[in-house]
């Protein structure tokens, strides 16, 4: 059981801590929490066998032990405030710093470590300052990675924006107004703001066609792709690992092909200039891609764009790019690809789906096999990527036609592939 213990003059967060954790447990986002009271003048944190301290406007980081690791965040700002250009460098130079609520002329900005840089949401209304620390702490019990944390505390905290009548909406946040925006170079007050970004604005991407949605087959070779195309399936993806693999360049000709003479949408894994080089119908990018793809050549080119996401930060991110559909992963245990976060589970891959609505379409991937297909396709994703499912199937177009035959939703009394 994860822990939370918490000094006395932080108890006024239990009236938020206790609902929201009941809350997590009635959507069974993740292992039960237990509360209880430290001596230290800082948060005890127990997640997952590791141990780590929160400490809110502490002068320094806090490190009690050498196992044990700490943020101290910074939450309680006056005049004159520090510029966001100095946080985002002290923050890029700090791991254990985080920063939330910054004043600006129109907003607030929270501000967090990621990987030796700093990274940030922003919004106009900063909500409660309580409110915001509950859900922190509750989303690191959680396991929730810090991003992820950051976001929805700043959403909890302003739950009450779209409030009305008095009540202050789910106590779990669920509507997209409520959560803040990532800064990157397609927010619109991203240069106003001073925050420095390295990616560079791009224009919406070309949409899909979502009736071609559903079953999702990602392979590892054109004679895959040409083979589940030749079964019915009218979205799949081209995914070779070794980016030194003979014939690579054919091989990605040969898949162009096969789409256009299905009339099927075929989408090429991370190697972006052979797909604008061959005309692909679309590329499949990961996060850290976001940094060194050439986006604005990708959308001149008329190539769809798809985008891997792991939580609630890495959606709001992709979302700013305007991308032609959001994959969310990894739902289950999976072996073919080594992921550095864990299992989402379909609980909170419905609260994902949510947050999304019907912005972009989705897909769902990571360990989804047939047994797992219906239950991850009620959460109203808009298709599922399968890979040993269909790779590792005795009879391909039996399998292809078992996942279709789950994979259809009921659209005014008449089956269909799309809401």
């Known amino acids: 059981m994860n822990a939370v213990c918490l000094p006395d003059h932080l108890t006024p967060l239990l009236m938020h801590l206790e609902p929201l954790l009941a809350a997590a447990e009635h959507y069974a986002l993740g292992e039960p929490v237990q509360l209880a009271w430290s001596e230290s003048a800082v948060v005890d944190m127990d997640v997952d066998g590791r141990r780590f301290t929160v400490a809110f406007d502490a002068p320094e980081p806090v490190n009690q032990e050498d196992d044990v690791t700490g943020y101290v965040v910074h939450d309680q700002w006056l005049a004159p405030y520090p510029t966001l250009t100095d946080i985002q460098q002290q923050v890029a130079a700090t791991p254990s710093m985080v920063v939330c609520g910054l004043p600006t002329e129109q907003g607030c900005v929270d501000v967090w470590h990621h990987d030796g840089e700093a990274r940030a949401v922003y919004c106009h209304h900063t909500g409660a300052c309580d409110a915001q620390r509950a859900m922190l702490l509750a989303a690191l019990a959680l396991d929730y990675p810090l991003e992820d944390a950051v976001t929805l505390a700043r959403a909890y905290a302003r739950r009450y924006v779209f409030a009305t009548d008095g009540d202050a909406g789910p106590t779990w946040p669920v509507d997209h107004r409520l959560f803040p925006r990532p800064l990157t170079a397609n927010h619109p007050e991203v240069v106003d703001l001073g925050w420095q970004c390295t990616a560079t604005a791009v224009a919406a991407f070309a949409p899909v066609d979502r009736t071609k949605l559903a079953l999702y087959p990602v392979v590892d070779s054109a004679e895959w792709v040409e083979k589940v195309l030749a079964s019915g399936v009218m979205t799949t993806q081209l995914r070779i690992k070794d980016p030194q693999a003979p014939a690579l360049s054919s091989q990605i000709a040969r898949i162009v092909a096969a789409g256009e003479a299905h009339q099927a949408q075929v989408f090429v894994n991370d190697y972006w200039q052979l797909a604008i080089e061959h005309g692909a119908y679309g590329v499949h990018l990961g996060q850290e891609d976001l940094e060194t793809a050439d986006l604005a050549a990708i959308a001149e080119a008329g190539l769809r764009l798809g985008l891997s996401t792991h939580g609630y930060y890495e ?79 005795e009879d391909t177009a039996q399998a292809v036609a078992d996942f279709q035959q789950v994979l259809v939703r009921e659209v005014k009394g008449v089956p269909d592939h799309d809401q």
């Open 315 to 393: 959606i709001l991110r992709a979302a700013e790019f305007s991308p032609s559909y959001i994959a969310l992963g990894h739902i289950f245990p999976t072996t073919t690809k080594s992921m550095p976060s864990k299992p989402q589970g379909v609980n909170r891959l419905a609260l994902y789906q949510k947050l999304i609505g019907d912005a972009f379409p989705t897909v769902a991937i990571g360990g989804i096999d047939l047994s797992r297909a219906e239950k991850v396709w009620r959460t109203g994703v808009s298709s599922v990527a399968v890979v040993r499912a269909i790779t590792e199937a």
